[in-house]
């Protein structure tokens, strides 16, 4: 069973920068996909940022907005997502979630949540000034 923890939510003023991070402790990540998620209270849930596993030493990332960056350590136990320029409508509990299925790289159909088998409980992200 991989759980999923993250971390480095936070209150935020408009205009600033935040990284999150996504870990498993004891799993390697880059054996899964890994997708961020964000649900704004009143909101359906909303696919951001993916990451897909590492496979022949390659992969292959997306995002919504250029504003959202999702990279791997190294290490492959932590995945991050960087948001820049952040607004208030980022306001939200940011997850991360974790998939075993193979992804085509061009499909953009990336953030269906049932493809995921594990998801984490979530951070807050609040942005106001």
């Known amino acids: 069973q991989v759980q999923l923890v993250e971390s480095g939510g936070g209150l935020v003023q408009p205009g600033g920068s935040l990284r999150l991070s996504c870990e498993a402790p004891?799993?390697?990540?880059?054996?899964?996909?890994v997708a961020w998620f964000r649900q704004a209270p009143g909101k359906e849930r909303e696919g951001i940022s993916f990451?897909?596993?590492?496979?022949?030493?390659?992969f292959f990332a997306d995002s919504i907005e250029d504003r959202f960056t999702i990279s791997r350590e190294n290490d492959g136990k932590t995945v991050y997502l960087r948001i820049d320029n952040l607004k208030p409508e980022d306001t939200a509990i940011y997850s991360c979630?974790?998939?075993?299925?193979?992804?085509?790289?061009?499909?953009?159909?990336?953030?269906?949540?049932?493809?995921?088998?594990?998801w984490g409980q979530g951070t807050q992200v609040t942005v106001a000034s």
């Open positions: 979630a974790a998939a075993s299925v193979h992804f085509e790289r061009g499909s953009g159909n990336y953030y269906r949540g049932s493809w995921y088998d594990y």
């Open positions: 004891g799993f390697a990540l880059d054996y899964y996909a």
């Open positions: 990451i897909s596993s590492i496979e022949g030493g390659n």
